[in-house]
């Protein structure tokens, strides 16, 4: 290979990552407004200017996206509210005003691009089964030999993700992704509460087993634990704890 050639990481030139949210969405077991987490566009966000990383976001349709409002430091729950860093970014209008207008997955141009990260939230797992041009997009990085990373629920986009040769991207790879035991505690949690019935899940469909059917080697390191794993160009981020960790990957993979 040449240095001209685009699959060779230059550590000297400065990087683009995109990053991918949900569209808003009604989730479908539960009737609730679903959308991103923003701990997991904020977090590696932060940690990709830090290191002078050229940042785009984007959407698979576009336009103004809304996140999971436990996810907001300022949500009456209290569940985020020791997130300074997506406090910062909420407060931010330069900032704010990226989500509120976000261009397409489609626009993307993968050969301008060193990464693209897709961020988890509630969304995904209602959304994109249908959101073929990120199911293309993903796949065109990867084959790219560019890094292609998911975080949470946003590796929902390997339920989909296939090869020129029609198999799973992730099939036969090391990956990691929302937990079991992170839905068991989810549904238990809004159990408890009286918010579903014990016949009723959070989520239509679960990470870890899907994963596992699709022929990868799924891990994780636990509940709640901040964890992400590499294979090759392919990165992933266990849950909403996961940003950063799963940026750091990304950075090192490009040379820092």
Known sequence: ???????VVNPKARKRVAI????????????WPVGFWWSELTHPYHAFSEKGYEVEIVSP???????????????????????LI??????TPKLRALVDNTGKVADIDVAKFDAIVVAGGQAPMFTF??????????????????????????VAILKHARLANG????????VTGFANVEEDFADNAVWG????????HVMPWRIEDELRKLGANYVQAGLWRSFAVRDGNLITGQQNFSGAETANLIIRALGE
């Open 1 to 7: 290979m040449s240095l001209q050639d685009p699959n």
């Open 193 to 200: 509460m009286n918010l579903l019935p014990r016949d009723k």
């Open 61 to 83: 349709d576009g336009g103004k996206c809304d996140a999971d409002g436990m996810s907001d430091p300022n949500d009456p729950s209290g569940y985020s509210a020791s997130d």
């Open 129 to 154: 089964e249908n959101a073929a041009s990120l199911h293309t997009k993903f796949a065109e990085f990867f084959t790219a030999g560019r890094i292609a990373a998911a975080l949470c629920h946003g």
């Open 167 to 174: 198999e799973f991207l992730a099939k036969g790879r090391t």
């Open 86 to 91: 997506s406090q910062g970014f909420i407060h």
């Open 20 to 31: 991918v949210i949900a569209n808003p969405a009604v989730s479908t077991t539960t009737g």
